[in-house]
């Protein structure tokens, strides 16, 4: 009864590597995110959808690319992986309304570490 | 565009004393305000929110958090603390429209002494 999943929980790779992680979520939501969250804990929203369709693309390299099937999934998809980009990346969900947006619903994470 | 401080990186406390952790943001209207908190090897767990109104709110175990706005401060509460509190905690601002964004600030960590 996960409300929101993501896999893999770990993924180890080497630079250049093309690599993606998978998040699913089970709360009938409107809304999806993913975050980064560096090895100093801060949190970085990097994308957010809404039915499909992209609402925050925030200033990130377009070797990141999110893409949502339906409204349950958002994968996100790394092209030549850099050693920068090893984080631990959050999926969460929401629902679209002015308050029930920010109630985010986060997923255990995905560590990405790039050797 | 709006910003948040938590200036504690790590705090201890001995289980059952009382817990303050503080939490200063900029905005330029009213803000939303979080806190969320996340255990070790864990997602983010929503704590409590403030939108309007009675500026003292209560959340999930056992914390409340207070809305100063003269002081631009948004302050995690609880009584007693629990070992089980031990983990990072992250305050948070909301802003209305451009994709109802969450600022998160830097966390601080929790350490709970037996």
């Known amino acids: 009864d996960t409300a929101v999943s993501q896999t893999p929980k770990y993924l180890v790779t080497q630079m250049g590597n093309d690599k993606s992680i998978k998040c699913e979520q089970n709360?009938?939501?409107?809304?999806m995110y993913w975050y980064k969250q560096d090895s100093k804990k801060f949190l970085k929203i990097m994308f957010s959808?809404?039915?499909?369709?992209?609402?925050i693309n925030e200033t990130v390299p377009n070797r990141f690319s999110p893409k949502s099937p339906d409204k349950a999934h958002l994968n996100l998809h790394i092209n030549s992986l850099e050693l920068g980009d090893s984080a631990v990346y959050f999926c969460a969900s929401s629902q679209q309304d002015r308050v029930s947006s920010y109630e985010q619903y986060f997923g255990p994470g995905t560590r990405l570490t790039v050797t | 565009a709006q910003s948040v401080t938590q200036p504690d990186i790590h705090i201890t406390v001995s289980e059952g004393a009382s817990l303050e952790l503080r939490c200063n943001y900029s905005y330029g209207a009213t803000p939303y305000l979080f806190w969320y908190v996340q255990s070790p090897g864990q997602g983010l767990q929503l704590l409590l929110k403030?939108?309007?109104?009675d500026t003292l709110v209560q959340g999930i175990k056992g914390f409340e958090a207070e809305f100063k706005r003269s002081q631009s401060s948004f302050n995690l509460r609880k009584p007693s603390v629990h070992w089980s509190d031990a983990a990072e905690y992250f305050c948070?601002?909301?802003?209305w429209g451009g994709g109802n964004k969450l600022t998160f600030g830097t966390g601080t960590q929790l350490k709970v002494e037996l």
């Open positions: 709360l009938g939501h409107d809304t």
């Open positions: 959808y809404n039915n499909k369709e992209l609402i």
């Open positions: 403030y939108f309007s109104g």
């Open positions: 948070a601002v909301g802003a």
